[in-house]
């Protein structure tokens, strides 16, 4: 069996998934530590923060791209922190126990986790 056919099995996808769940909750609550506006009350917060956040990036957030096109290319794509910002504040909206006290808290939030999240997804895949 080639190697190749593990990525595309079912149990493969579910891992995977999983494990990217468990990464962006652990980048959260790291995240909520450094950041003064961004707060978890537990680790299931973090749990069910995390989950919403990839719902809401699943679904919201292409729309949203898609609606502020316009300004993203006359910001040449700055405005993608903006809109990240809002989608965890919207995010944050919905679970209780996370939470986000303003806009600039939720634009910084945003950029960290991205980073934490990217860090740890290099040294689980390694």
Same mark, same amino acid.
């Given at each position: 069996?080639?190697?190749?056919?593990?990525?595309?099995?079912?149990?493969?996808?579910?891992?995977?998934?999983?494990?990217?769940?468990?990464?962006?909750?652990?980048?959260?609550?790291?995240? &909520?530590?450094? @950041? %003064?506006?961004?707060? /978890?009350?537990?680790? #299931?917060? !973090?749990l +069910?923060? $995390?989950?919403?956040? =990839? *719902?809401?990036?699943?679904?919201?957030?292409?729309?949203?791209?898609?609606?502020?096109?316009?300004?993203?290319?006359?910001?040449?794509?700055?405005?993608?922190?903006?809109?990240?910002?809002?989608?965890l504040?919207?995010? &944050?909206?919905? @679970? %209780?126990g996370?939470? /986000?006290?303003?806009? #600039?808290? !939720?634009? +910084?939030? $945003?950029?960290?986790? =991205? *980073?934490?999240?990217?860090?740890?997804?290099?040294?689980?895949?390694?």
């Amino acid at each position: 069996m080639p190697v190749y056919q593990e990525y595309y099995s079912a149990s493969y996808r579910r891992r995977s998934w999983v494990i990217r769940w468990l990464v962006t909750a652990i980048a959260l609550l790291v995240t &909520a530590a450094i @950041v %003064p506006g961004v707060g /978890v009350d537990s680790v #299931f917060a !973090a749990l +069910f923060a $995390a989950a919403a956040i =990839g *719902i809401v990036n699943a679904f919201v957030r292409p729309v949203f791209l898609f609606l502020t096109l316009p300004i993203n290319f006359l910001t040449l794509g700055l405005f993608t922190f903006v809109l990240n910002g809002l989608m965890l504040a919207l995010a &944050a909206f919905f @679970v %209780p126990g996370f939470h /986000v006290s303003g806009f #600039f808290s !939720a634009v +910084f939030g $945003a950029l960290l986790l =991205g *980073i934490v999240s990217s860090i740890i997804n290099r040294i689980a895949r390694a």
